[in-house]
């Protein structure tokens, strides 16, 4: 995981990202790779800070930058 980022943060734009493709939890979890959908619930309440890994492949999922995703920013 990246120790500046916030997880709430990360966890409100992962939200507005899965929300803005119309994906569920599950639906996400399937085209990430992420076995449990229950870990990317937990990322977006902030129980739970993403890895790089995890960043990664959710971004590519929605089709996001992974530097936006992991820090708001465009790179």
Do not use: H
Not at 45 to 50: C, Y
């Amino acid at each position: 995981w990246f120790p500046s980022m916030p997880a709430s943060d990360v966890g409100q734009r992962l939200r507005e990202a899965r929300k803005a493709a119309g994906l569920t939890l599950r639906e996400l979890a399937e085209r990430a790779g992420i076995a449990n959908y229950q870990t990317i619930d937990n990322i977006e309440r902030a129980r739970q800070r993403a890895s790089v890994d995890q960043i990664e492949c959710l971004a590519r999922a929605l089709g996001v930058s992974p530097a936006w995703l992991a820090f708001g920013t465009k790179e």
